[in-house]
């Protein structure tokens, strides 16, 4: 992941981009947008059953597609133009 990133953070990013995973220990969703691009999207991606939860800031998250949908994401953040969401 690191090397499809080029270790990029956020804050390098030209577009701004939200990265969606779920604290498996208190049910939050949590919307990471700063640090690295690459622990942020493999904890994203860390389906049950499929890939191990990712310890990330002192959570334990899994991909975000297991509490919320795109479309409730996308309406939370409705009305920001140029965004990217994962």
């Known amino acids: 992941m690191r090397t499809l990133t080029r270790g990029l953070t956020f804050a390098e990013l ?3 981009l939200y990265v ?5 220990e208190s049910g939050e969703l949590v ?9 942020a999207v493999r904890a994203s991606i860390a389906m049950p059953g499929l890939f191990v939860p990712k310890r990330l800031g002192g959570r334990l998250l899994v ?9 409730r994401l996308l ?12």
């Open 31 to 39: 919307v990471l947008d700063r640090g690295g691009v690459a622990d």
């Open 14 to 16: 030209k577009v701004p």
């Open 75 to 86: 309406a939370l953040f409705a009305g920001k133009a140029h965004r990217l969401f994962l």
């Open 63 to 71: 991909d975000g597609a297991v509490l919320a949908s795109l479309p």
């Open 20 to 24: 969606v995973a779920v604290d498996v």
